[in-house]
């Protein structure tokens, strides 16, 4: 091989490594955006399902506060990372509470749960807890996947206690004087 030919591969090579490099970064940059925005849109969720636990009683859509009955949930038009104003969410925390005087709400899901799970001794599965919920109370219809998130957000609380056997996972209400520490196992 030439010493021209040589330093013809070694600047291909340079280039190449250089233009791998730019679009080495250029996808780096790309996914941190991307990061960003996933990171927008489950803060986004998380408020959607508290605000669905909040007000998963109402069976009459009219007495949601602050949403017409023809908007949609999300607005394409906006960017996910758009959340409301505090005093928005004070106006709705206001307009539910007037909503509501004068009839009774329902108890909130966690309440149900932990009030079920005070039945038993052992631990129970939340495919258990569910079934029983919906034939106990057959207005209410929790997904499975609501269900988990709901008891898990108790063993946060410390309400109750999260048990794995195998590959299952189970859930027991932590009584009066117990110390809720970490998973039993």
């Given at each position: ?82 959340r409301p104003a505090p005093a ?98």
């Amino acid at each position: 091989m030439t010493s021209q030919s040589a330093a013809t591969l070694r600047s291909r090579y340079v280039a190449q490594a250089a233009s791998d490099l730019e679009e080495n970064r250029r996808l780096q940059q790309e996914l941190t955006e991307r990061i960003k925005v996933l990171q927008q849109q489950e803060a986004l969720l998380k408020d959607i399902l508290s605000l669905a636990e909040r007000y998963e009683g109402f069976a009459d859509a009219s007495r949601l506060p602050e949403q017409m009955q023809d908007e949609p949930a999300v607005a394409k038009s906006r960017p996910a990372s758009r959340r409301p104003a505090p005093a928005r969410t004070a106006r709705a925390g206001r307009a539910a509470k007037a909503g509501a005087k004068g009839k009774s709400r329902q108890p909130l899901l966690g309440d149900l749960l932990a009030e079920l799970l005070g039945q038993y001794k052992e631990p129970r599965r939340a495919k258990d807890l569910r079934d029983e919920l919906m034939e106990k109370y057959p207005d209410r219809h929790p997904t499975p996947q609501v269900v988990r998130n709901t008891l898990e957000s108790l063993v946060a609380k410390g309400r109750i206690r999260r048990h794995k056997q195998q590959r299952s996972v189970m859930y027991t209400l932590v009584r009066p004087g117990e110390a809720a520490t970490g998973d039993a196992h």
